[in-house]
Each structure stands twice: as C-alpha cells, then as structure tokens.
C-alpha cells in the first residue's frame, strides 16, 4: 500500500511543478508557450519515471529481505544466554550464538585446568537450547554425574566436547562436530579461542580474579578486565555480526557473562560498526556480588563505562510487578527485582521498550518466546510468518 501512495505523490509533484511552470512561461514569455510546455512535459515525465524506478526499487530490496531468513546475533553466556535460545528456535531464523569462555567453576573449570582448554559448560548450554534432537539425547547431554571418583559434578556433554576437542585436536571443530550430533539448529561460537581470565577490581582497591570467585567477594565491583588483553575474536563470530539484521546482548550475569565479551576489543568494535540494530536486555533480578541494588539504566553505564562508548539502539526492560511471593524467594538469594529507570536510560539514548517480558516456572525469568517476538518485530518480520 505505501508504494502506492508514494508513486501518486511523485505524480502530482511532477505535473504540479509542470503547470506551475506552463503558467509562469504563459504569462512571462508567450510566444515561447510550446517550448516552455515540451520542457515541463519532459520535466514531469523525467520525475514520473524516476518516482516509478525508485518505488520498484523499494519493493525490490523489501520482498528480498521478506525471502532471506533474519539473521540474528545473539552475545553473552549462562542461563539467560540459552534460554533466550530456546526462544529464537521456534522461528525460521538464522540464529548465530557468540558465547563467553571466562567459566572457571565447577565442571567447566576443572576440565579448563585439566586440559588446557576453554570452558565447555556454556557452550554446552547453547547447543543443548538449539538442538533438534531426541528429548533423551538432549537430557543426557545436561546429565551431570553426582557419583563416581574424578566423575562426581561433571557434565556428560562437558566431558563429551573434552573428549572431541582431544580428538580433533581444536575447540572450534569440537563445537562444529558436537553441533551435528545434537542437529543444532544455528551456529554457536566461542568469542575467542583461548580460556579467558577474568580479574574484578572492587571499591577497596582490592581485586578477586576467577570468574567463580568473582561473585563471592561480597565487595562492590568497580571495574572487570580480560586477561590476555590482546584476545582476537573468531572471524566466523565477526562475519555474523557485520552480516547481522539485529545483534542482543544478554540477558545474563552483567559483569561475569556480558562483560568478558564486550572487553575483547574487536568484538565490540565489529558490533559498534555493524548496520544491524543493537538491543541490550536487561536482567529482571538483580544478582548478588554483581549488580546489588542496580537499576536498568546502572546495568547500562557499567557496560558503557567498560567500553567507553555508546553502544546500544533498544533496551528491552520488564516493568510488570512481581508477585511479593516471588520477592521473597529471591530476598533469600539476596536478590531484587531491577527498576526500570525509564527517564535514565531515554537519557542515555536509548529506545525503551518496557512491559511484561516475565516468565514463572522455579524463578522470575524472561519469556523467551515474547523476547523473540519483540526482536522480530524491531527488524519488520511478523513473527507469526516465521514460527516453524
């Protein structure tokens, strides 16, 4: 329907402008009225046909994009990473993950040390939320032994891709193998090659350096840096996202799951330089040792503070109230649900999308299904024409 209307307005622009010029010739230079009337009949039909190539050209560039899968880049790590996943899943998306590897606890941490390799357990995560494969196949990925000398607090997918990557002899091919025994149905990549070290410097000028470690301080973080601070990022993670519709960042632990991505130098530059739009989403709870008492827009500087540059377009909030039940549980966990500083962050430029993105099962967690339906819509997609 627009291309209508603008081909109609280029119409009555071009011979509007003609009889205003015939008038002006007719009454300034009569004898001169054929040729001055050829001039605007040329002029008019010149902007005629232009206005038609262009509206063509429109719909040309509109029904391709309507044909080419969205391609979206998803960043981050831990639980909010993959269960945003699950939701990205259910439509015909091209779906590329860029996954933290600063993990130095638990499973993941033991086999980093023993192996000398980066952490499997988020990576686990995001393949295991993209799989298409038997529901037993994919809970015996996330089976984590609970027995058994050495065995005991492992995961059997972590010790699968340990396995794979002794094997092949590389993370990334272990990924890429383990991506086809669970039919992933999307990409996901390491943000960099090598097992991250992250250090957090707090208030006190004190630091605490293991992403593990981090949380359990029970100091106030100033600032987090990478070690080594020369991290190359994959050249597939950089052609997803220069080639991206739309790039999210998070949900996920702000200093120990979004940060250690962000402060790879590269990657941030590569997302700063992308044409796609850029959409942060924001944590509904806040998380102790991390972001005590942050609202939306403190999660917001923190990250802008780390990179020293404005990076986001949108910021997806929840500002639905929690059930006083569900505060409490998480009061427990010394925990909070994140305010939504709507004027902050509109302060900091941003495009605020507020409303209830919740979703309640064992805890207060974002509804993967209505994040997707949201980022679709900011790239123009129905997500009802893309839903498998």
């Given at each position: 329907?627009?291309r ?72 981050g790590?831990?639980?909010g ?107 996901v ?37 990478v ?8 050249p ?31 990657l ?7 044409a ?73 430029g ?8 919740l ?30």
């Open positions: 329907m627009v209508y209307w603008l081909l109609l307005a280029w119409t009555v622009c071009s011979f509007g402008l003609g009889l205003i010029a015939a008038g002006i010739g007719i009454h300034s230079l009569p004898g001169q009225t054929s040729l001055i009337g050829l001039v605007c009949l040329l002029m008019g039909s010149g902007l005629l046909a232009f206005g038609w190539w262009r509206d063509e050209q429109i719909t040309r560039t509109q029904m391709l994009l309507e044909k080419r899968k969205p391609r979206i880049v998803v960043v790590g831990g639980t990473l993959s269960v945003l996943l699950r939701g990205l899943k259910e439509f015909d998306i091209d779906i590329t993950a860029i996954v933290t590897v600063a993990d130095d606890g638990g499973s993941s941490g033991r086999l980093r040390s023993d192996f000398d390799m980066p952490p499997p357990g988020d990576i686990r995560s995001c393949l295991v939320a993209l799989s298409d494969t038997e529901p037993l196949l994919e809970k015996l990925w996330s089976h984590r032994f609970k027995s058994g000398e050495g065995l005991a607090g492992h995961s059997f997918g972590n010790l699968l891709i340990a396995a794979l990557t002794d094997v092949t002899g590389d993370f990334e091919t272990a990924i890429k193998e383990a991506s086809r025994v669970l039919a992933v149905g999307g990409r990549l390491p943000a960099v090659r090598e097992a991250v070290i992250l250090r957090a410097y707090m208030e006190d000028g004190s630091f605490v350096e293991g992403e593990s470690q981090i949380p359990l301080s029970g100091k106030k973080i100033e600032r987090v840096e070690q080594p601070n020369d991290l190359e990022p994959l597939e993670a950089l052609e997803a996202i220069e080639q991206a519709d739309v790039i999210v960042i998070g949900p996920g632990s702000l200093y120990t799951s979004i940060l250690p991505n962000l402060l790879v130098t590269k941030t530059q590569a997302i700063a330089d992308a796609a739009k850029k959409v942060y989403i924001c944590n509904v709870m806040t998380q102790s040792g991390e972001t005590d008492h942050y609202t939306a827009s403190d999660h917001v500087k923190a990250i802008y503070d780390h990179i020293e540059r404005p990076l986001f377009d949108y910021i997806l909030v929840n500002s639905a109230p929690i059930p006083p039940a569900v505060i409490e549980q998480y009061r427990e966990k010394r925990a909070a649900p994140v305010v939504a500083d709507l004027w902050n962050l509109q302060n900091l941003l495009n605020v999308i507020a409303r209830n993105f979703h309640y099962s064992i805890y207060a967690r974002h509804d993967a299904r209505m994040i997707s339906e949201q980022i679709l819509a900011l790239i123009g997609r129905d997500p009802n024409k893309l839903r498998r």
